[in-house]
């Protein structure tokens, strides 16, 4: 009996700190970078206004560098609503709560490129 919960308790432990490292990996793998989801955000939803090679004539937002320097001004316009000034996507709906948190999450993150 004795034997049974020694193992019991050790197997408990292993499953508890598989539990932890696996659930750390996750986090990590979530990081927001420039290439890996705000580029593709802003190609689809900020196009073809910000994006010089369609056409775009308003401030340029193709490059991670633009991106990273506005980053402020972009969360605050797509953080407004429809109708009020400055609000971002021009005259489009407002992006939707993931959408504007992949920018968020970006900015927490450390605006990484990559
Ligand atoms: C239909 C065209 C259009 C789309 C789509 C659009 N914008 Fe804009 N954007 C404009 C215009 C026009 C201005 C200039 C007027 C102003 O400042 O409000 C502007 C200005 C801005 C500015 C300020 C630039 C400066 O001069 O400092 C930011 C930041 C911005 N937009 C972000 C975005 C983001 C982010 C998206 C996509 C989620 C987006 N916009 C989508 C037309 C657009």
């Not at 020694?6 to 996750?26: D, G, P």
């Not at 990081?31 to 890996?36: E, F, H, S």
Request: glycine fraction near 6%.
């Amino acid at each position: 009996m004795r034997k049974f919960f020694i193992s019991a308790s050790v197997l408990s432990f292993i499953l508890m700190f598989s539990y932890c490292s696996s659930s750390k990996k996750a986090a990590k793998a979530a990081v927001v970078t420039y290439d890996a989801g705000v580029m593709a955000v802003i190609s689809e939803k900020c196009t073809p206004c910000h994006i010089p090679d369609k056409g775009g004539r308003v401030k340029p937002l193709n490059t991670y560098d633009t991106v990273r320097a506005n980053i402020d001004d972009i969360i605050r316009r797509i953080s407004l609503n429809p109708g009020e000034k400055g609000f971002m996507p021009f005259k489009h709906d407002k992006l939707s709560d993931s959408t504007i948190a992949v920018f968020k999450q970006w900015k927490e993150d450390g605006l990484r490129e990559k």
